[in-house]
C-alpha cells in the first residue's frame, strides 16, 4: 500500500505564510504527477497546484505569484510555499499523487488533509 502524509497546516493572519509537506510512502516504484488540492466549508474541492515528475508546474489563477510547488523526487515529498495568504485561502489543503506502484499498479493516492486557516 502506499500512504501520503502531510503537514504543515495552521493559522496564519492574513499577509503571512505557511509551508505545507507532503511525504509518500509504501510500495512505490515511481510518482507521476503530485499536487494539492483544498476544499473550503460548504464549497467543492478545487485544484491548487500540481507538479510533474519532470518538474512542470501548474497553479489555479487566484495562488498564481503567491503559491509555490515543488518536489523531491529522491525522497518522494511534495511541497507548497504559500505566502501573502488571504482569507479566502482558507481550507483544507490535500495532498494527491499518481503513483506506479512496485507491483506496477497505477493508484491515485489522497493524503488525510490538514487545515489552513488564515484569519483576517
Known amino acids: 500500500q502506499v500512504q501520503l502524509v502531510e503537514s504543515g497546516g495552521g493559522l496564519v493572519q492574513a499577509g503571512g505564510s505557511l509551508r505545507l509537506s507532503c511525504a509518500a510512502s509504501?510500495?512505490?516504484?515511481?510518482?507521476?504527477?503530485m499536487g494539492w488540492y483544498r476544499q473550503a466549508p460548504g464549497n467543492q474541492r478545487e485544484l491548487v497546484a500540481t507538479?510533474?515528475?519532470?518538474?512542470?508546474?501548474n497553479y489555479r489563477d487566484s495562488v498564481k505569484g503567491r503559491f509555490t510547488i515543488s518536489r523531491d523526487n529522491a525522497k518522494n515529498t511534495v511541497s507548497l510555499q504559500m505566502n501573502s495568504l488571504k482569507a479566502e485561502d482558507t481550507a483544507v489543503y490535500y495532498c494527491?499523487?499518481?503513483?506506479?506502484?512496485?507491483?506496477?499498479?497505477?493508484?491515485?493516492?489522497w493524503g488525510q488533509g490538514t487545515l489552513v486557516t488564515v484569519s483576517s
Open positions: 507538479i510533474t515528475a519532470g518538474s512542470s508546474t
Open positions: 509504501g510500495s512505490i516504484y515511481s510518482i507521476n504527477d
Open positions: 494527491y499523487a499518481i503513483v506506479l506502484t512496485a507491483g506496477f499498479r497505477r493508484l491515485e493516492v
